[in-house]
């Protein structure tokens, strides 16, 4: 996603400043009849780049699945468009949220920016809502004491840790954890090969970027693989 999100800068950029010079400095060349095919190719291209970065912004954005910690609901090379509208907007991640539509729910899966490097974005699925109590028990989920059906799920290793023994003594055995107001509590599906809310803490809902909505590409060693392209995630 980061590589696209550059190329979308950099060529409405680009295209920015030729406009402005064509504009300012050369004003004959835009009437000359001579260039009337050129101006125009232009033109287009920086309204198209215009209007693709304001959807970016406001209604859809594409995001690459970079790890395996989603498996197997996404795997990697998994290309994914993602909701930014249903959830609302925060302004630079700093804002209460305003334009709401929903709040996210439970078994949503969630794109944010990560909270403890604001330059990285991951999804993972929300297990807790604000006042849920959350616990796992030697690889067994609860949500307000309530055992949880996670039929998306996998544990890819067959070993199960005590707590305090492994990964900071989290990995299997965690809490009971009381998630604030404002926050959620975000899990991987590799639930064995995640790093989410059972290490670095609650999400700020300031931080979500919005919903994950369809798998639109998937490739394997530069193969296009069709099987999994426009499935809905979920």
């Known amino acids: ?20 010079i064509l504009w300012f400095i050369f004003p004959k060349v835009r009437k000359d009849p001579a260039h009337a095919g050129t101006i125009e190719t232009i033109d287009s291209l920086w ?9 970016k912004a406001v209604l859809v954005q594409p995001f690459t699945i970079p790890s395996g910690s989603m498996e197997d609901t996404l795997e990697i090379g998994d290309y994914i468009l993602v909701n930014k ?3 609302g907007y925060s302004l630079l991640n700093a804002t209460e949220r305003y334009l709401e539509f929903k709040k996210p729910q439970r ?4 794109v944010f920016v990560f909270p403890l490097d604001h330059s990285k974005d991951y999804i993972k699925r929300c297990i807790g809502v604000p006042g849920d109590i959350i616990q796992g028990k030697n690889k ?10 996670e ?10 840790y005590p707590e305090g023994d492994y ?23 590799n639930r064995d090969n995640s790093y989410d809310s059972r290490y670095w803490g609650q999400l700020d809902e300031k931080l979500i970027k919005g919903k994950a909505w ?20 979920k």
């Open 151 to 160: 039929p998306f799920i996998i544990h890819s290793d067959p070993q199960t």
């Open 214 to 233: 369809m798998i639109y590409w998937h490739s394997v060693n530069f193969r296009p693989d069709f099987s999994r392209m426009f499935h809905m995630v």
């Open 140 to 149: 067994v989920l609860y949500v307000n004491g309530v055992k949880q059906e």
């Open 47 to 55: 309204v198209a780049m215009v209007v693709a970065l304001s959807l």
């Open 167 to 189: 990964m900071g003594g989290k990995r299997d055995t965690f809490g009971p954890v009381t998630v604030q107001e404002g926050h959620y509590f975000m899990m991987g599906d």
């Open 107 to 110: 078994h949503d899966i969630v």
């Open 1 to 20: 996603m980061e590589n696209l999100n550059q190329y979308l800068y950099i060529g409405a950029a680009i295209l920015t400043v030729v406009q402005a």
């Open 85 to 87: 509208f249903e959830y």
